[in-house]
């Protein structure tokens, strides 16, 4: 037979839920008598609480085996990344010459980003080391022995300096500077003791053609080995990274010019498939004239 | 009561008009019971009504038969005739039921309770890929590939079901092979063999002993033709037919041969009437297909299951939805999340777990000779608490076996178990040795050639159900039974027939010394000894006095009363200077003496019970189900079979037992005194459904006697009423509507029809009630295993979850993707669910009641809320901690990757710093994230080995249930571990899976939470040993 469903009706439903959320009869709210509720309440502080506190226990355990200074494990990191300043959303420094509107907002943060490079910052926190070689400063027995940095002044960025600058980084006069700057990475010796530059080409012919000349600062986009290594900001507090930067004198205007920058170093792989940053950089470049 | 179950009856309302008039004058009620339920329906069924009831052929003379059918009974029909009706009518053949198309059978494997909640699901998946490309055209493909994989796995698991229960299909197609039936027809004036599905009504067919009856036949001549209705009413007596019209219902009078019922002995002729279909049998039928086929229990729990996840899911998607727009995340970005959780609670691989589980339990059944037709009946028989069991083949061996002797004044027991090899009763009498002499010689039953080999009992005879069981009873004590005849070589007999009620016959004997003939007689014990003067004691004839008549009758009743079949035996040695060894008898003229014999002894058959079903019946009890015994055959017997098997206990009474120990009057007998009822079909029909109700909550030993098909019907359904999960056994095809109604009907794979194995969830394939037990057992084996894999696999769907929560609250790079979430539901997670239905049973699930349909879910309330928020939180607080191990050591503490979430996910931030200063690109970033997933990962299989070890048991102690008595758990635990080492070693290059490698120390952190999970759960379940029915107990045990 088939069992015909009792259909309730409305009212009765209505009365089924008043009876769950509270039975007058056996003193039960939401199917629970207070005791029982107090029960709960009382069971579940004291379970999550044992939770809590053995999740703070093992937590802090696993922090004892982690330095404040070194991390335990680099393996990501064994080549560096590159990147430019000033950063833009999708990595493309658009430049309407005419609409000072438009770059002011990178000229804004260069002028913070270039801030700790002033000379007089430098000369007063960080040491001149000898060029050509790494700045070692090993521990010589003495634990967590503070690190002292080399100097890079902002001076040594030549007319990207932005040091009273008129043109500002070049973005006024649609010759704008772009920094390129590599990624921090503890304890790498960057060049393997060989001296290493940056370069940028456009990315296809065409963008080569329309990139036109350029000029970096230092030299030959060169980087010198006594940046590194890198200590570690618990270390190395003052530490300021070596940049380069490229001013593109003629670009060709109103036209995307894709650019791709690469350290050339011993110890730095820049043809990482997955990885487009790895030793290098590709951004985008437009300058617009009206 | 609906209108679709009126339907149910409607069919044999032919008979009920004359039914109702039979009552009045005839005690003969069998089909009574069917008026009850006719009555009210009339109404509704009026067209039908008028369009059977034309079946009055029985009460018509030859001629005009003749007329009515346009056919002559000497020349029968003519060939164009045939071929006219044969358009007509159609082949007389049942249609068979109708088959589901196997596409459609197919799909309904793909949107069961558990397939919608993945459907759901993966079209949820879709639609977030498609708001996500709405947004950002180059949004990560991940929803695209799980809705996929949710979508496959649905199909896959539908396929597997769907070719498992092809599989148990085709195991009964064998079954279903039967050699086409030929029938011996008069057509044109000649005698024809035609295969039977070409009759049609008018046609005249000759029948003989052993055919099959080939349609619905209005018998014309008849000599000595009995048939075996059984398989239409039940009763398990040959019935005797005649010509003649004797009863007004179409099923009482002995004119009418019905389709598919076996014609035992004698020769008839006679005259289609119906043919197909329109057969009473084929009119019971398709009655099956009209009742609406029971939800099973597991279904429903699934689906019980399906809500619970389901509203776990959509509540947690809102309230984190909520928590989102007020996070000030974009109401897209929103919507994706709420998709995002809800289907990351769907259990993926529970629907395969489940199918799988099942399957593996329906394959053990099959082993103990239960095929299971539909999986999700596997459980059915766990929660049986009601069965309705035939009597006849199914609680006994279906055939006649001598129980008992009297001779000496005595009663001899005889061994009836299933190879009577036990025969212990004194043989050393001379009484015996003429008793034997008797039983041999006057049998005209003999063994089928060739079957030296087989054992005694299973030989093929050709004879009646008595004269079988005689010879054989006798080949097993006495040997060559054969040989002893050709030596007594027979002079003259008189077979058996229902006027003498005697068969008698007259041998030479074997003494080659006396030359006298040997008169031997057997017959209705009351005749035999009208017959006799003498008696034998001991070997001694003594004349026959009131003293031994009285011992006579005194054994007798005591025997009938036993439910059995009794029968005399008698000789006399003829004189040899009146009957010389020239003698000539004429059993015509009787020339020989037939009265002052000797009287020698009785013997008493039954057809016996099995011999395991006390021993299954007993344990049906301990486990809470009740056993209701529903036959056709006569109270005596069924009680008695019914005692001898248990289902009325030995200390049990009935009111009548009662009335007869007290001697006081039947109505005065107070009925809360008897626990056990005899309740005929008679009585039956009087019954409302309230007094049905009454009759079946009072008392718990029942047996139904005298039934119709259809009141094992109102039986089920007066069953069901009580809640109860009602399993029926029956074999004929008026047990299939029955079959269909129960919740799960068993049919027996030798004796059924295959009506009722069409109509069954189960099949019987030794057609032994023991087997049952057995289902019942692994049934409840796997609900409770379920159990256990459900809470098993809803455990680790929290430490799924909570990433993602915490990925959206506070904003930590994803601790775990779509895809590695899949290999842990669909992967590492799938062998060690299964392994948990090897597990054994924690107690005797036999001494536990059956769970109760609407309480004991499979479920519940408690299993959630330890698995989500016990388990499930510690899982995920573990892998958690693996997961800060990994980030803290690569660089990214703990504090700093609060809020990272975004620069993170950032592709065009490439000097991202971490706690040390360093810078990292975006891909660096991203390889850390997967070594983050694979950690995660790492941390909830560690756990989950865990979780799968305390899940093995629900109340004792993992120690007290071996940790390595499954071995499966193990292969199971081992399949995690090296899935997991593939997916991190071996795959770890894939960038597409998302999986990395991991120092070998990480897949050691979560191990103390591992520990942890183990001893709680051990605690808990301490606690839920010493202090049962305790607010822990209440809380805690799932």
Not at chain 2, 319 to 331: E, G, N
Not at chain 2, 468 to 473: E, P, Q, V
Not at chain 2, 485 to 514: G, Y
Request: neutral net charge; contains cysteine; charged residues 20%.
């Amino acid at each position: 037979m088939v069992i015909q469903k009792e259909k309730k009706s409305c009212g009765q439903v209505v009365e089924e839920w008043k009876e769950f959320v509270w039975n007058p009869r056996t003193h039960q709210f939401m199917g629970r008598t207070g005791t029982s509720w107090a029960f709960i309440l009382l069971f579940y502080l004291v379970f999550y609480g044992f939770l809590t506190a053995m999740f703070t226990l093992t937590m802090w355990v696993m922090l004892q085996t982690v330095s404040d200074h070194t991390p335990k494990y680099q393996d990501r990191l064994a080549t560096p990344g590159l990147m430019i300043r000033p950063k833009t959303e999708n990595l493309d420094v658009v430049v309407n010459v005419s609409d000072s509107e438009s770059w002011d907002q990178h000229v804004q943060k260069l002028n913070k980003f270039l801030e700790p490079y002033n000379d007089s910052i430098q000369a007063q926190k960080n040491d001149v080391c000898r060029p050509g070689r790494y700045y070692e400063q090993p521990d010589n027995g003495v634990l967590n022995y503070p690190k002292r940095a080399c100097q890079f002044n902002r001076t040594q960025l030549g007319d990207c300096s932005g040091i009273g600058d008129p043109t500002h980084y070049g973005y006024s006069t649609g010759q704008p500077c772009v920094f390129i700057k590599m990624n921090r990475v503890i304890n790498f010796y960057a060049g393997a003791n060989q001296s290493m530059n940056v370069t940028c080409v456009g990315k296809r012919d065409e963008d080569a053609e329309n990139l036109g000349n350029f000029v970096m600062f230092p030299a030959n986009g060169n980087i010198d080995l006594m940046y590194f290594p890198y200590y570690g900001k618990k270390f190395h507090v003052n530490y300021t990274q070596p940049l380069v930067a490229v001013k593109f004198l003629n670009v060709t205007p109103n036209v995307e010019v894709n650019v791709e920058c690469r350290v050339n170093a011993a110890n730095i792989a820049t043809d990482d498939e997955r990885d487009k940053f790895a030793g290098r950089v590709a951004f985008k470049l437009r300058v617009n004239k009206t | 009561m609906t209108k679709k179950t009126l339907e149910i009856y409607s069919v044999e309302l032919s008979g009920t008009k004359d039914i109702q008039q039979t009552d009045e004058r005839n005690g003969k009620e069998k089909y009574r019971g069917l008026k009850n339920c006719f009555e009210p329906r009339k109404n509704h069924h009026k067209e039908e009504l008028r369009k059977e009831l034309d079946l009055d052929d029985h009460k018509l003379s030859i001629k005009e038969l003749e007329k009515k059918y346009g056919t002559n009974i000497i020349t029968g029909l003519s060939s164009t005739q045939v071929a006219e009706l044969l358009a007509r009518n159609g082949p007389n053949a049942l249609t068979p039921p109708k088959e589901t198309p196997e596409i459609i059978k197919f799909l309904k494997q793909m949107v069961g309770g558990f397939s919608i909640l993945l459907w759901i699901g993966a079209i949820l998946c879709w639609i977030a890929y498609g708001i996500q490309y709405s947004m950002n055209t180059s949004s990560s493909l991940d929803n695209v590939y799980l809705g996929c994989v949710l979508a496959l796995v649905v199909i896959l698991t539908g396929i597997f079901a769907y070719y498992q229960e092809a599989k148990s299909t085709n195991i009964m197609a064998t079954f279903n092979k039967m050699i086409p039936q030929q029938a011996l027809v008069i057509r044109d004036s000649e005698k024809k063999t035609i295969p039977a599905e070409q009759l049609v009504v008018g046609d005249i067919v000759e029948i003989r002993g052993g055919d099959r009856i080939p349609a619905d036949v209005r018998l014309l001549s008849v000599q000595g033709c009995k048939v075996d209705n059984s398989s239409l009413t039940g009763e398990s007596e040959p019935q005797p037919r005649s010509s003649e019209f004797t009863h007004d219902s179409p099923l009482e009078t002995k004119n009418i041969g019905f389709y598919s019922t076996t014609c035992l002995e004698g020769t008839a002729t006679g005259m289609v009437i119906n043919t197909g279909d329109r057969t009473i049998i084929g009119q019971i039928a398709s009655l099956a297909s009209g009742v609406g086929n029971e939800k099973t229990p597991i279904a429903i729990e699934i689906q019980h299951f399906v809500h619970i996840v389901a509203g776990v899911a959509v509540s947690i998607g809102i309230l984190f939805f909520i928590i989102a727009v007020s996070l000030k995340y974009q109401v897209l970005d929103s919507i994706i999340f709420l998709i995002g959780i809800i289907v990351a609670n769907v259990p993926e691989g529970l629907l395969a777990t489940v199918t799988v589980t099942l399957s593996l339990t329906a394959k053990r059944m099959a082993k103990k000779n239960c095929l299971v037709k539909n999986l999700e009946a596997v459980e059915t028989l766990g929660s049986t608490s009601i069965i309705c069991s035939d009597k006849t083949g199914t609680l006994t061996q279906n055939r006649m076996t001598v129980a008992h002797l009297w001779f000496d004044n005595q009663i001899f027991i005889a061994d009836t178990s299933e190879d009577h090899s036990n025969q212990v009763f004194d043989q050393s009498s001379g009484t015996w040795a003429s008793l034997s002499k008797i039983i041999t010689l006057c049998n005209r039953a003999e063994f089928s050639p060739g079957q030296e080999s087989v054992p005694i009992m299973k030989r093929v005879v050709v004879g009646d159900a008595s004269e079988t069981a005689l010879l054989k009873f006798s080949e097993v004590i006495l040997g060559d039974v054969m040989e002893i005849r050709k030596r007594n070589h027979k002079v003259a007999e008189i077979p058996f027939n229902s006027t003498n009620k005697f068969q008698l016959s007259i041998h030479k004997t074997d003494d080659p010394n006396d030359q006298r003939f040997l008169l031997v007689m057997k017959g209705a014990p009351e005749r035999i000894l009208e017959k006799c003067s003498t008696i034998m004691v001991n070997g001694q004839e003594q004349p026959l006095d009131k003293n031994t008549a009285k011992a006579f009758h005194t054994a007798y009743m005591e025997l009938g009363g036993l439910g059995e079949r009794v029968l005399g035996f008698c000789h006399l040695y003829l004189p040899a200077d009146e009957f010389p060894e020239t003698y000539t008898f004429d059993v015509d003229a009787m020339n020989f003496p037939t009265s002052n014999l000797c009287f020698v002894g009785l013997l008493s058959m039954i057809d016996p019970p099995r011999s395991t079903v006390p021993d299954a019946v007993t344990k049906c009890r301990s486990a809470g189900i009740k056993v209701i015994m529903v036959t056709g055959d006569h109270p005596i017997t069924a009680k008695a079979i019914a005692k001898s098997v248990g289902i009325i206990s030995a200390n049990s009474e009935t009111v009548e037992d009662i009335a007869k120990r007290l001697h006081i009057a039947v109505e005065q007998v107070n009925k809360r005194d008897a626990k056990a009822a005899v309740v005929t079909g008679m009585e039956l029909k009087d019954m409302s459904p309230e007094q049905l109700d009454e009759l079946l909550t009072n008392y718990s030993e029942i047996v139904f006697a005298r039934t119709s098909p259809q009141q094992k019907l109102i039986i089920v359904e007066g069953c069901q009423r009580q809640n109860a999960v009602v399993a029926v056994t029956g074999d004929g095809v008026n047990d299939s509507p029955a079959l269909k109604k129960a919740d799960i009907g068993i049919a027996m794979g030798i004796a059924g029809s295959d009506a009722a194995k069409n109509a069954a969830d189960m099949i019987l394939l030794d057609d032994n009630f023991a087997s049952i037990v057995t289902g019942v057992e692994e049934g409840r084996l796997i609900f409770d295993n379920l159990k256990k894999t459900i809470a098993y696999t809803l455990t680790k769907n929290i430490a799924e979850l909570c990433p993602f929560l915490i990925y959206i609250i506070v904003g930590l790079p994803l601790p775990i993707g779509t895809i590695t979430i899949l290999f842990i539901d669909l992967g590492t997670d799938i062998i060690p669910s299964i392994a948990l239905a090897y597990e054994k049973a924690e107690s005797d699930i036999m001494n536990r009641k059956p769970r109760h349909k609407k309480k004991d879910r499979l479920v519940n309330q408690q299993l959630a809320i330890y698995s989500y928020l016990h388990i499930g939180l510690m899982q995920a607080v573990g892998a958690f901690v693996v997961y800060f191990t990994v980030y803290a050591q690569e660089g990214f503490k703990p504090s700093i990757l609060i809020n990272i979430r975004v620069e993170w996910e950032d592709s065009n931030v490439n000097d991202l710093e971490d706690s040390y200063g360093q810078q990292w690109t975006w891909y660096q970033r991203k390889y850390l994230e997967w070594m983050g997933y694979t950690a995660f990962f790492v941390g909830i299989m560690v756990q989950q080995i865990a979780d799968l070890i305390i899940r093995k048991t629900r109340r004792n102690s993992i120690f007290q249930q071996g940790l390595f008595r499954n071995k499966v758990i193990w292969v199971g635990i081992a399949s995690q571990i090296i899935i997991a080492l593939i997916l991190s070693y071996g795959l770890g290059s894939v960038t597409a899976l998302s999986f990395t490698m991991l120092r070998p120390q990480y897949w050691f952190v979560a191990v103390p939470f591992a520990i942890l999970i183990w001893v709680y759960d051990e605690v808990r379940k301490l606690f839920i040993r010493l202090y049962p029915g305790s607010w822990w107990d209440k809380n805690m045990y799932y």
